[in-house]
Nanobody
Framework: QVHFVESGGGSVQAGESLEISCTFSGSLFSDSVLAWYRRLPAGQRELVAA???????NYAESVKGRSTIARDNAKNTMYRVMRRLIPEDSSIYYCNRDWRVKEIVAWGPGTQVTVSS
């Protein structure tokens, strides 16, 4: 069963902004800390930002100051705005529970972001 579906990725130029979204199964995750992850070149995933049910957020150093996340539990959706994008931001982005808080569930399809220099 797919609990998370990511969307909004695309190809942009360095310096531009992009917003990606994640829809989730509200009944299962509205009380969970949710997070955005990206796939690293070696294949593992890296947590880049997290948001709790009351929209308290934290960010990885690599994206801090260039990323804003928020969630709307009424719409079962989490958002992430990425600004001043750099080629190193190119990746497939996923959402899931924050694995530092609770075990994750099956990954969704992810959304591809490609940043050209």
């Amino acid at each position: 069963q797919v609990h998370f579906v990511e969307s909004g990725g695309g190809s942009v130029q360095a310096g531009e902004s992009l917003e990606i979204s994640c829809t989730f199964s509200g009944s299962l995750f509205s009380d969970s800390v949710l997070a955005w992850y990206r796939r690293l070149p070696a294949g593992q995933r890296e947590l880049v930002a997290a948001v709790n049910p009351t929209n308290s957020v934290n960010y990885a150093e690599s994206v801090k100051g260039r990323s804003t996340i928020a969630r709307d539990n009424a719409k079962n959706t989490m958002y992430r705005v990425m600004r001043r994008l750099i080629p190193e931001d190119s990746s497939i982005y996923y959402c899931n529970r924050d694995w530092r808080v609770k075990e994750i569930v099956a990954w969704g399809p992810g959304t591809q972001v490609t940043v050209s220099s």
